[in-house]
């Protein structure tokens, strides 16, 4: 496959510039090659392209205006000339757009082979992309880097350009054949709230980062901060992020200055971008930095805080290794952020963080558990949390441990191998109807499919091999995150997903994966949310979960204890509320309409394939998964079940598997098939 990635502001192999699509210091056009480079590296891709536009600037470097610029076999940079060479900033592009877009249209028609697929960032490639399509027939992919509809709550007026950005924004979803978000936030709440969204086209990619060593060295960190820092070994509090209100640098400032313990006993060191002076860059740059300086004074931090004006990579890098040798904490307090790459990159290196609970951070830091969500609203919040991490030894031990075991999987490879999968489904042709199964695997994911490579291959044979078993997912999960997991455990796609502990199906028609209304309508009588919001609030022990888990027909909590359910559902029969409530994985808790559930979904999806009761299995390993297990003619429980479920091995309706997670499914499904068979053949012999 042919791959080209668009992106109109123009890239650099190498150091990232001073001004410039690249002076957040090199944050997405190192994801761009970062993708690319791992592209070029698998066999089923013929050639990994990069077309921006080309200009011509001695400030920036030559080769900006050289045509092409060839980084390996398979990959390489192509500029396309719009006919003004002059260097643009991201604002002004949009001039010159028509012109690009033209004099791209017109080189790729001159190729002998089309690429296959064009990967557009940001919404301004996308537009382009999408004329190419019209032009061309070149299929596109989008992924959205900092929408614009979070952007529009954080401003203190209206403004049209804004307006027109998320305009653009919505085209864009609308246009693209795939759309990729890098967190749950940004896929399952930014990228939903836009008017064209559709949930099947949204696809969660986890970006990798570089994984490359600066080889434990510190000197050119310590060069680079030594000038501002009194004792520059004392635990590094890092920021890294661009000069923007949004990033909230300044109140990290104030939560520094106004803490005794960090005065005392840490340095700050802060990289806002790359600058000439205090006049470089847009208005709101030069207002931050002033807002920086004017902080270091009143709280007269000199001594203690570094804010350098330029900086390598491999500072960056050594930075980190700085913080972590010094038992520092990294910290992200972005009133918003969509994603948060530097939070990974920490992890990498070993150093835990401090991160804002709105947006990206919430995914990061709860799945790789190195570090401490804040209010970044909150200075004193804020400060707390660094003062913890900084000074007790053994919160800091665990957290550096967690970030650099838990992130070794977050790497570009594994990237490039979740986006050849989304690509394949774009480029294939369209695939007749598949005959309606015989039997049904309704099979819950985590565990039970998931934690073995070997099974999981296994029983996707098993699928290739047997036509006549239709395959379902059931989950606690959302269709995103099912999606995710499936992809990257190499499973085949199901012919519908329940989602959501049972609270949604989806399926799909016409080429798309839409919501099942009919299931949604009928699970809606007697649900009061609201009720249950207000009946919950004040039980101290139940935590609601992220907002995005907090569907349309589930409330979703954490709680301590299996006893929590037993005392919500009194809490809910006391206000005269019916609802399910189900604990599960020894700390989830959800509540749900009385008729929803993943036995009630396993129904419905049973009745939607015309595949009678008798001949549905389903597998799952946890107490959301019981009441399927429970209904089921022929359930399996995977070896390693969750103790929760013990009890249900006693049942006759119930396999327990040797095994675990797919394998124990498979085996399962083999043992159970095989019982049904004979009683089939006993049935026929006692009625002759």
């Known amino acids: 496959m042919h791959i080209v990635s668009l992106a109109l502001g123009g890239c650099l192999k190498g150091e990232p510039v001073r001004y410039g699509i690249t002076e957040d210091t090199g944050g997405h056009i190192t994801y761009i090659l970062g993708e690319m480079e791992a592209l070029a590296r698998r066999g089923d891709v013929e050639m990994a392209e990069v077309i921006t536009r080309r200009f011509d600037d001695p400030r920036l470097g030559a080769i900006h205006a050289e045509a092409e610029e060839w980084l390996g076999p398979k990959l390489v940079i192509r500029r396309i000339d719009s006919g003004n060479r002059r260097y643009l900033a991201k604002e002004a592009l949009s001039a010159d757009r028509a012109a690009f877009t033209e004099a791209l249209i017109a080189e790729l028609g001159q190729r002998e082979r089309l690429p296959d697929l064009i990967h557009a960032h940001f919404a301004d490639a996308a537009d ?49 054949r795939a759309i990729i978000g890098s967190s749950r936030d940004e896929c399952e709440r930014q990228l939903a709230a836009y008017p064209s969204a559709r949930i099947g086209k949204i696809h969660r ?205 977050v790497n570009w490879d594994a990237y490039a191998g979740g986006f050849m999968a989304i690509a394949r489904q774009v480029t294939a042709p369209a695939t007749s109807l598949r005959p309606r199964p015989a039997h049904l695997l309704v099979s819950d994911l985590d565990n039970t499919l998931t934690g073995c490579d070997r099974g999981a291959t296994r029983i996707g044979r098993f699928f290739q091999r047997q036509a006549q078993f239709g395959f379902v997912i059931a989950t606690g999960r959302s269709i995103v995150e099912a999606r995710r997991l499936v992809r990257d455990w190499k499973l085949p796609d199901p012919r519908a997903w329940i989602t959501s502990v049972g609270t949604e199906i989806y399926v799909e028609r016409g080429g798309d994966l839409v919501l099942d209304t009919d299931y949604a309508d009928g699970i809606g009588y007697e649900w009061h949310p609201t009720a249950i919001d207000d009946a919950l609030d004040d039980l101290p022990v139940l935590i609601p979960q992220a907002s995005y888990e907090q569907r349309p027909f589930k409330r979703s909590y954490f709680a301590n204890s299996p006893e929590m359910a037993g005392q919500v559902e009194d809490r809910l029969r006391s206000h005269g509320i019916p609802a399910r409530v189900v604990f599960s994985h020894d700390r989830l808790l959800d509540v749900l309409p009385p008729m929803a559930g993943k036995a009630a979904a396993m129904g419905h999806v049973a009745r939607m394939f015309d595949v009678p009761v008798e001949q549905v299995f389903a597998a799952g390993d946890s107490g959301n998964d019981e009441d399927m297990l429970t209904a089921c003619q022929n359930a399996i429980m995977v070896g390693n079940h969750a103790a929760e479920i013990a009890a249900l091995a006693r049942r006759p309706n119930v396999y327990l598997a040797r095994r675990s997670h797919a394998a124990g499914t498979l085996e399962g499904i083999l043992a159970q098939h095989r019982a049904q068979r004979l009683r089939e053949r006993r049935d026929t012999r006692i009625s002759a």
């Open 128 to 176: 382009v992309a999408r004329k190419v399509e019209d032009a061309l027939g070149i299929p596109f992919i989008y992924t959205a880097h900092s929408l614009g509809m979070d952007k529009r709550m954080a401003m203190p007026a209206p403004s049209a350009a804004l307006e027109a950005r998320i305009a653009e924004e919505d085209r864009a979803i609308a246009g693209a």
């Open 205 to 409: 990619l986890i970006p990798g980062i570089d994984r490359s060593a600066a080889g434990g060295e510190i000197s050119s960190a310590i060069e680079l901060v030594s000038p501002f820092l009194r004792e520059p070994m004392k635990p590094v509090v890092l920021a890294i992020a661009r000069p923007v209100h949004k990033k909230n640098l300044v109140r990290l400032v104030e939560a520094f200055g106004k803490s005794p313990t960090l005065r005392e006993q840490c340095n700050l060191v802060v990289l806002a971008g790359l600058r000439d002076d205090l006049q470089s860059g847009e208005a709101e740059q030069q207002d931050v930095l002033r807002g920086l300086v004017d902080a270091i004074d009143r709280h007269d931090l000199y001594g203690k805080v570094a804010y350098p004006k330029s900086h390598t990579r491999r500072q960056v890098k050594q930075l980190y290794t700085l913080a972590a040798r010094t038992r520092g904490v990294f910290v992200n307090p972005a009133l918003m952020e969509p994603y948060g790459l530097t939070l990974v990159e920490a992890a990498a290196h070993g150093v835990p963080v401090v991160a804002s609970k709105i947006g990206g951070p919430q995914d990061i830091v709860g799945e790789l558990e190195h570090g401490l969500l804040v209010d970044p609203a909150n200075e004193r919040e804020i400060s707390q949390a660094i003062e913890r991490l900084a000074t007790d030894r053994q919160l800091w031990e665990t957290c550096s441990h967690n970030g650099q075991a838990n992130s070794r999987e």
